[in-house]
T-cell receptor
Framework: DADVTQTPRNRITKTGKRIMLECSQTKGHDRMYWYRQDPGLGLRLIYYSFDVKDINKGEISDGYSVSRQAQAKFSLSLESAIPNQTALYFC?????????????FGPGTRLTVL | EDQVTQSPEALRLQEGESSSLNCSYTVSGLRGLFWYRQDPGKGPEFLFTLYSAGEEKEKERLKATLTKKESFLHITAPKPEDSATYLCAASEAGATNKLIFGTGTLLAVQP
C-alpha cells in the first residue's frame, strides 16, 4: 500500500467552484507539504505544516488554503478555482530531525479548471 | 535569490551509452541536495540525498556526486527503464526544510 495517498487523482472543475484535494499518509511523519507542478516551472511550494497546529505559507499560497485535520491528513482547498490553477498537485511528507529531511511524495492530483 | 538549474533539459541516449546530468545551485549554505526520479503522471520518487562537497552515493546504474556549486547524476550503461525525468532540489541551511526544485532533465534511453 502507498505511504502517501492523494484523492482525487483527477479532477475537472469550472471557474469559481470550490474544491478540496486531500492527502493522507501512513509514514508517521509530522511534516506535510503541498506543491504544484507546471510544465517548465518545476515544483513550487504552496503550503507546509510541521505539526497539527503549525501552518505556513509557501511561495505561491495566494488563492489556496489548507487544513491539517490530524497528523496524517493535510487538505488543500481552492476557494474559487480559476483556469491558471490548472496543474499537477503533489502532497509530500517528511520526518522531523536529521541533517536534511527527505520529502516523500504522493502520486499527485491532476486538476483542470475550465 | 536561491536557485537550482538543471541541464540539459532533455537528453536522448542509446542503451548502454553512459552520460551525466547536471544540477547547479545557488543557495545560502546548503543543507542538503536531493535527487528524485519522476515517471509520467506519477509523483517524484526519492533517489539520493547529499550533504557535503565530495560526497558520492550510488544506486544500481546511478551515481550522484556533489561539489560546492553543483551536483551530477551519472548514469552508467543506461537501460530503457531508466527513461524518466530526473529532478534536483536544494535545501537551505537554517531554513525550514523548504526545497528549491530545478525544472528537471527528461531522459530517454532508446533500445
Amino acid at each position: 500500500d502507498a505511504d502517501v495517498t492523494q484523492t482525487p487523482r483527477n479532477r475537472i472543475t469550472k471557474t469559481g467552484k470550490r474544491i478540496m484535494l486531500e492527502c493522507s499518509q501512513t509514514k508517521g511523519h509530522d511534516r506535510m507539504y503541498w506543491y504544484r507542478q507546471d510544465p517548465g516551472l518545476g515544483l513550487r511550494l504552496i503550503y507546509y505544516s510541521f505539526d497539527v497546529k503549525d501552518i505556513n505559507k509557501g511561495e505561491i499560497s495566494d488563492g489556496y488554503s489548507v487544513s491539517r485535520q490530524a497528523q496524517a491528513k493535510f487538505s488543500l482547498s481552492l476557494e474559487s478555482a480559476i483556469p491558471n490553477q490548472t496543474a499537477l498537485y503533489f502532497c509530500a511528507t517528511s520526518a522531523t530531525g536529521g541533517m536534511a529531511d527527505t520529502q516523500y511524495f504522493g502520486p499527485g492530483t491532476r486538476l483542470t479548471v475550465l | 535569490e536561491d536557485q537550482v538549474t538543471q541541464s540539459p533539459e532533455a537528453l536522448r541516449l542509446q542503451e548502454g551509452e553512459s552520460s551525466s546530468l547536471n544540477c547547479s545551485y545557488t543557495v545560502s549554505g546548503l543543507r542538503g541536495l536531493f535527487w528524485y526520479r519522476q515517471d509520467p503522471g506519477k509523483g517524484p520518487e526519492f533517489l539520493f540525498t547529499l550533504y557535503s562537497a565530495g560526497e558520492e552515493k550510488e544506486k544500481e546504474r546511478l551515481k550522484a556526486t556533489l561539489t560546492k556549486k553543483e551536483s551530477f547524476l551519472h548514469i552508467t550503461a543506461p537501460k530503457p527503464e531508466d527513461s524518466a525525468t530526473y529532478l534536483c532540489a536544494a535545501s537551505e541551511a537554517g531554513a525550514t526544510n523548504k526545497l528549491i526544485f530545478g525544472t528537471g532533465t527528461l531522459l530517454a534511453v532508446q533500445p
